[in-house]
């Protein structure tokens, strides 16, 4: 409901036809954190009113208008006298608007009003500024003044106003007819505050604010009233929940009044209570609220006296604070709150951000009196915050804290080994059993279906694929509970895949024979191929062969000789093994090739020009039937043989040093290329320029004095050796040098202790944690120091991995690498590179991770 203007709210009354009108205004919010304040300058004087605006849950700057009286809008007056300013602080958030009046004239003074929006909320404040003069002695005169409708204005000079009401006037267009002066000054004075302004308008005042300063001090003529002694005040004003009387004296006791709340007529109730007091009616208002605020008036007859109450609406302060909650997840949260005034309208914040409270919010609010609560029956993590909440005197605030419940692990997950196609279960018990979580297997998430149950996970029938290490990871906790799940397969071998008749296998002799066989199992089965009946481990193992070898895949096992012969074969067994189980298989090789001859011909019968021959048939018959025989004439052979350059001779060394000679002693080379050794070629080298010169040339023996060497001069001597084809291709040289020392002077050497290199195995670039694609070679490195060269071996968690094609083993510099050939994700594991020496050993891990599907 608006509030009507007072009589002493000057130049703001209405026209007659809107006195009972209800003006619509927004509801009022608390946008303003400060407000004008009335004030009272001099005339010259300068003031300043400001209002500030917080701007914290704004997105963008609220609008301000400055008001004098009801309809000024103070923006289009902005000027010399006149300045409207804003400013923003960035660092607590407040828009300041400011209005400067400089050098206040008499006519400045009124009420004055000011309205902030933002989107749909609005906030408005009135003031009143008062301009004080110097009072002068009254100069009465008359200004005749023509309007535009021709009427004479009698006007007393006083303080005239400066306020132009020219551009609110319509144009009229000017009458030929002269019309009668009309003295405005008399029907101001006969009139009603609200019909000032529609008599301005009337008449074409443009100076209506000095009329009315004028009209302020002058006396009034009261006309008498018959019914009334004394009237109701102008105004009345009266705190909110309180109770006002309002007093008139009856001139005439006998009159019936009649009383009225904007123009409705008022009946007796419990609030509204009728007192007569000798000649004074009065009405009791009783516990005044905002709607009470409007225009009262009583008639008696014909007679009227109105009158408007203010309703002051007290602020509402805090009585009791929020107090700090803390609590756990799934608990009840209740934040309690008193006010000063029951049904106070109070706004709940959370973050500084308003709390939904409609129907489907978590959060509910209850008012019983002065008591507000906010209640959250089920708090999850999320309702951290800080809580506040609202009044028009005050705010008050309090930390929530929600924490989860403390995990309380009663089962945990167990390492499990299961065969392969078997159901799989892993279930955990833990403490609060409401807790959701989630599944990881070898840190990967795994989806799962709406129904699942967070605390077990199973499988129907387990694959190879479901092997791994699982981890649930309650949400909102740090903890998590780890099992490793072990899928096994018993080892199989496949020999139907052979497509042999009774799993034997023909080859011709000097041929090339593979035998690929698939298998299967989980873990991938040790393979071992053997020769022979026994499945012991002693039987004939042909994997450490070099001609034959056996090698292992993951869904197969092969077995290739590169020459075959006829002692290949036999029956070769295979022997899977792991920990599931063992399984053995036999293949039998026949290897075909051309007989042996058969035995030496006896002759029993000669003739003429036969005879007959018996033999016995040859102890090998290549493997099959002997078909046929083929009967050769004798021949004549010849034997060529070739001859070559001989080798070196053997083990040259220096028997004696004496003087000026030295004794040499060798033996004859290995290799005479088939030709007699005819002689050797002695060779001497000074150490300083290790020029060879030839001391003796086709020499016999394998011993040598050789003479006349110089006194001081170290040697190293070399011996080629020859036959009939000459010499031979290279020399062998004498490890030590013979000294030649002057007698009587002995030389001795230093004695060096040499510098220890050795060390034991020290690995100073480790392995690193890999994740490599399926399909795409992976390569791990690290690099090792060691004196001597240490051997290097690669484990597969902790298992040695040997003769396996797809991994390919090398160092160089001591820098080791294992390169991994397509890898699946079977390949996946912990990897150790161990090196070994004399003097320790040492290892490093790295984990390989396999994404991906393998192509």
């Known amino acids: 409901m608006g509030r009507k203007d007072s009589v002493w709210s000057l130049g703001d009354g209405q026209p007659p036809e809107d006195i009972d009108k209800q003006i619509e205004t927004p509801p009022l919010s608390t946008l303003l954190i400060e407000k004008p304040q009335g004030g009272?300058?001099?005339?010259?004087?300068?003031?300043?009113?400001?209002?500030?605006?917080?701007?914290?849950?704004?997105?963008?700057?609220?609008?301000?208008?400055?008001?004098?009286?009801?309809?000024?809008?103070?923006?289009?007056?902005?000027?010399?006298?006149?300045?409207?300013?804003?400013?923003?602080?960035?660092?607590?958030?407040?828009?300041?608007?400011?209005?400067?009046?400089?050098?206040?004239?008499e006519n400045y003074a009124g009420n004055y009003r000011c309205e902030v929006t933002y989107k749909d909320k609005f906030d408005?404040?009135?003031?009143?500024?008062?301009?004080?003069?110097?009072?002068?002695?009254?100069?009465?005169?008359?200004?005749?003044?023509?309007?535009?409708?021709?009427?004479?204005?009698?006007?007393?000079?006083?303080?005239?106003?400066?306020?132009?009401?020219?551009?609110?006037?319509?144009?009229?267009?000017?009458?030929?007819?002269?019309?009668?002066?009309?003295?405005?000054?008399?029907?101001?004075?006969?009139a009603r505050p609200d019909e000032y302004e529609k008599i301005a308008f009337t008449y074409g005042i443009t100076d209506l604010r000095g009329l009315l300063k004028r009209l302020k001090k002058t006396k009034k003529e009261e006309k008498k009233s018959e019914a009334f002694a004394k009237k109701l005040d102008p105004a009345y004003q009266v705190d909110k929940g309180g109770k006002i009387r309002l007093i008139v004296d009856m001139a005439d006791p006998t009159v019936d009044l009649k009383w009225y709340k904007n123009g409705q007529e008022i009946r007796p109730t419990p609030k509204y209570i009728f007192e007569h007091k000798g000649t004074q009616r009065i009405l009791v208002i009783n516990n005044c609220q905002i709607n009470d605020d409007a225009a009262y008036s009583v008639t008696a007859g014909e007679e009227k006296s109105t009158t408007e109450?203010?309703?002051?609406?007290?602020?509402?302060?805090?009585?009791?604070?929020?107090?700090?909650?803390?609590?756990?997840?799934?608990?009840?949260?209740?934040?309690?709150?008193?006010?000063?005034?029951?049904?106070a309208k109070v706004k709940w914040m959370k973050n500084g951000v308003e709390v939904p409270t409609g129907v489907r919010s978590r959060y509910r609010v209850k008012c019983e009196g002065t008591k507000h609560w906010l209640i959250i029956d089920d708090a999850i993590k999320e309702d951290t915050a800080t809580y506040s909440l609202m009044a028009t005197g005050g705010t008050t605030e309090a930390r929530v804290q929600v924490d989860l419940k403390p995990l309380k692990?009663?089962?945990?997950?167990?390492?499990?080994?299961?065969?392969?196609?078997?159901?799989?279960k892993l279930h955990c018990e833990i403490l609060p059993v409401n807790v959701p979580g989630r599944w990881y297997r070898n840190g990967q998430l795994i989806h799962h279906p709406a129904s699942f149950i967070s605390f077990?996970?199973?499988?129907?029938?387990?694959?190879?694929?479901?092997?791994?290490?699982?981890?649930?990871?309650?949400?909102?906790?740090?903890?998590?509970?780890?099992?490793?799940?072990?899928?096994?397969?018993?080892?199989?071998?496949?020999?139907?895949?052979?497509?042999?008749?009774?799993?034997?296998?023909?080859?011709?002799?000097?041929?090339?024979?593979?035998?690929?066989?698939?298998?299967?199992?989980?873990?991938?089965?040790?393979?071992?191929?053997?020769?022979?009946?026994?499945?012991?481990?002693?039987?004939?193992?042909v994997n450490v062969c070099v001609r034959v070898r056996a090698e292992t895949f993951p869904d197969h096992t092969c077995l290739t000789i590169d020459v075959t012969e006829r002692e290949d074969s036999g029956n070769y067994k295979i022997v899977l093994q792991n920990e599931a189980g063992e399984d053995t298989a036999s293949v039998k090789v026949k290897v075909v090739d051309i007989p042996d001859a058969p035995g030496a011909p006896l002759v029993p019968v000669v003739g003429g020009d036969w005879c007959s021959m018996t033999w016995d048939p040859p102890y090998y018959d290549g493997g099959s039937p002997i078909l046929g025989k083929h009967t050769l004439e004798a021949c004549t052979y010849c034997l060529v043989i070739c001859q070559d350059l001989p080798g070196p001779p053997q083990c040259v060394r220096i028997e004696e040093v004496w003087g000026e000679n030295v004794a040499l002693d060798w033996t004859p080379p290995k290799d005479n290329g088939n030709a007699p050794i005819t002689g050797y070629t002695i060779q001497?080298?000074?150490?300083?320029?290790?020029?060879?010169?030839?001391?003796?040339?086709?020499?016999?023996?394998?011993?040598?004095?050789?003479?006349?060497?110089?006194?001081?001069?170290?040697?190293?001597?070399?011996?080629?050796?020859?036959?009939?084809?000459?010499?031979?291709?290279?020399?062998?040289?004498?490890?030590?040098?013979?000294?030649?020392?002057?007698?009587?002077?002995?030389?001795k050497n230093p004695e060096y202790i040499d510098y220890d290199f050795t060390e034991a195995p020290k690995f100073t670039q480790p392995l690193i944690n890999t994740f490599a694609?399926?399909?795409?070679?992976?390569?791990?490195?690290?690099?090792?120091?060691?004196?001597?060269?240490?051997?290097?071996?690669?484990?597969?968690?902790?298992?040695?991995?040997?003769?396996?094609?797809?991994?390919?083993?090398?160092?160089?510099?001591?820098?080791?690498?294992?390169?991994?050939?397509?890898?699946?994700?079977?390949?996946?594991?912990?990897?150790?590179?161990?090196?070994?020496?004399?003097?320790?050993?040492?290892?490093?891990?790295?984990?390989?991770?396999?994404?991906?599907?393998?192509?």
């Open 309 to 343: 109450l203010f309703v002051k609406e007290l602020p509402i302060k805090i009585v009791k604070e929020l107090e700090p909650v803390k609590t756990t997840v799934n608990e009840r949260i209740e934040l309690e709150c008193e006010v000063s005034e029951e049904g």
């Open 124 to 190: 408005s404040c009135s003031f009143d500024l008062e301009v004080k003069g110097v009072c002068s002695p009254t100069h009465q005169f008359t200004i005749s003044t023509e309007t535009c409708t021709g009427i004479k204005v009698i006007l007393s000079q006083e303080d005239a106003g400066e306020l132009d009401f020219s551009g609110l006037l319509k144009h009229r267009e000017p009458k030929q007819e002269e019309a009668p002066e009309v003295d405005v000054w008399e029907i101001l004075k006969n």
């Open 409 to 424: 692990i009663l089962q945990d997950l167990q390492d499990i080994t299961i065969k392969l196609g078997q159901p799989m």
């Open 40 to 105: 009272s300058i001099t005339v010259g004087g300068d003031i300043t009113f400001i209002a500030k605006v917080e701007a914290k849950d704004l997105l963008r700057k609220p609008t301000i208008k400055w008001f004098k009286g009801k309809w000024m809008d103070l923006a289009s007056k902005t000027g010399k006298h006149l300045q409207l300013k804003e400013s923003f602080d960035r660092f607590t958030k407040i828009h300041t608007f400011e209005m400067h009046i400089i050098k206040a004239k």
């Open 684 to 747: 001497k080298a000074d150490k300083k320029t290790m020029e060879w010169y030839t001391c003796v040339e086709h020499y016999h023996r394998t011993c040598i004095t050789i003479g006349e060497l110089v006194v001081g001069n170290e040697y190293f001597f070399r011996i080629f050796s020859e036959n009939m084809v000459g010499l031979s291709e290279s020399a062998t040289t004498t490890k030590d040098s013979a000294v030649i020392v002057k007698e009587g002077m002995h030389l």
């Open 773 to 855: 694609i399926a399909g795409y070679n992976a390569s791990l490195n690290c690099s090792v120091r060691a004196n001597p060269r240490p051997k290097v071996i690669w484990m597969k968690n902790k298992i040695t991995i040997l003769d396996d094609p797809r991994y390919r083993m090398f160092s160089n510099q001591g820098v080791c690498t294992l390169e991994i050939r397509k890898p699946s994700p079977f390949d996946g594991g912990v990897y150790t590179c161990k090196a070994i020496n004399e003097l320790g050993e040492a290892q490093v891990d790295c984990k390989l991770e396999v994404k991906g599907q393998s192509m």
């Open 456 to 541: 077990c996970y199973g499988v129907e029938s387990c694959t190879l694929h479901d092997a791994g290490d699982y981890t649930f990871v309650p949400e909102g906790y740090s903890q998590s509970l780890s099992a490793k799940v072990h899928i096994i397969d018993p080892p199989r071998v496949h020999l139907e895949a052979l497509n042999a008749p009774d799993n034997t296998v023909t080859i011709v002799a000097g041929n090339k024979l593979r035998l690929e066989i698939p298998i299967s199992g989980e873990p991938a089965p040790r393979v071992v191929w053997m020769k022979g009946e026994r499945v012991s481990r002693t039987g004939i193992d």
